[in-house]
């Protein structure tokens, strides 16, 4: 399948002074694929080297004792019986399992430059935090990250663009085509568009159960993959935590962000979840979750805005699962509800909101949300090229009662409506209206510092 995040690592290789690259993700979201069968075997063919530390137990034996580049190029080509040089991509997958992978690093950079390295895994962030605090060690013996000696990117589930390209590219042309022309979808083809939007909701950009309904069309099968992921994380939580507590509390934690996110507020409510509980209980659990990747954090800001962005108060925030596959999953509705007639009365505005949250969350962009008084609110506040874009998420048409609130006390550049309806802008109302299906390129478009061109 195709990803986007390919063209990152053709970029990382073209750069003559990259460092080696460490690749952040969650567990099954597709790094292993894009870096070994989409970048290797397309850019490095017959000439990469993969090591998979989890079950190569001699060469990640040889890691464990020293950070040496050299004595590691020099182990692993005479393991494999292949020459390690500038034209050998060395590949370390699964460096949870050991970290002084890491550590060596700096001293690829340092020492063989010319080597192309890349180190991935899972849950690597959460191993690595373990080993810099571990308890006990002198501080000769704590894990050293290689600040400053590496190049890095993160892998996300596949966003709601890829899906398309994957699924049907031809309708993922015509509307990418509509986008960079800022022309609005002919109704039939909005339509198109927006059945494939509900479809995602449903499966979501875990690529296996992404797969699974692209070679098919089969929903039921993609829901089954789901399940399996889903109880892949909750297990997940036991390998690399270092309590029962905090095990039980993330546990809990991670099943219940639906049910936090489906009451009126939305807010995060500890006593939801644990009788008397309080945010602070919560925290490593959360740090935990954001730190692999597994759900996205948003933060309330206050009622004027100041830049650069910062919560108000870091109590107040939101929790949103990283995949809407398993966010959908989670919410225990039933699989029809995404694809029938009465969708629009069955599914909560909740589910557009993770959605979103996950699209910006996959182009980079922190999360934020603003709340004003008698319930005003705007469900994320970007801010691109030092200018402020208030984002309104509807799941129907919806009206904007909560932006004339919001300008009362905040200048900003537009707001960006993002709904079931077709594109449109309004400069007297400085409203830029977007569907579901433009989200990606919006938020690619808001990264890169693009959006100032509707005025």
Known sequence: MERIALQN?????????????????????????????????NYYKNKYIYVDCKIEDEIREFCLGTANAEKIVEYISLRKGKQIDENTLLIFDEVQECPNIISALKYFCQDLRDIPVIATGSMVRIKLQRETHKRGSKDNEKFLFP??????????????????????????NAVKKA????????????????????????VGG?????????????????RE?????????LADMELYQASQEAVLRSRILFQNIYRELNKESKNFSPGLIEE????????????????????????????????????????????????????????GINAASFVSNERENTLSGIFFENFVANELIAKEHKLFYWRGKASAELEFIIESDNKLYPIDVKKGRGTLNSLEKFSNHNKFEYVIK??????????????????????????????DGLMGIYQ
Request: net charge negative.
């Open 179 to 202: 986008y960079d022309r800022k022309e609005p979808l002919d109704n039939q083809i909005h339509e198109l568009a927006m059945e494939q939007v509900y479809k995602y909701l449903l």
């Open 418 to 447: 993002i709904s079931k309806n077709n594109y449109g802008y309004n400069p007297e109302q400085k409203l830029l209206t977007i569907p579901f299906y433009f989200v990606p390129f919006v938020a690619k478009d808001l990264a």
């Open 225 to 233: 993959i789901l399940k399996v992921l889903y109880d892949n994380y």
């Open 9 to 41: 690592l053709i970029d990382w290789n073209n750069n003559k002074r990259k460092k080696p690259l460490i690749v952040w993700g969650a567990r099954q979201v597709g790094k292993t694929y894009l870096i070994k069968e989409l970048f290797a075997e």
């Open 276 to 331: 008397k509980g309080k945010t602070r209980d919560f925290a490593t659990s959360i740090q935990w979750l954001t730190l692999a990747h597994v759900v996205n954090q948003s933060f309330q800001l206050k009622e004027h805005i100041t830049t650069p962005l910062m919560p108000d108060n870091e109590s107040n925030f939101r929790l949103f699962l990283g995949d809407i596959g398993m966010f959908s999953y989670q919410s």
């Open 147 to 172: 600040v400053g000696k590496i190049n890095q990117m993160t892998v996300y589930p596949m966003t709601f663009d890829e899906f398309l390209m994957n699924s049907n590219k031809m309708l993922y």
């Open 206 to 222: 875990m690529p296996e159960a992404v797969e699974a309904y692209v070679d098919g069309d089969n929903l039921l099968e993609a």
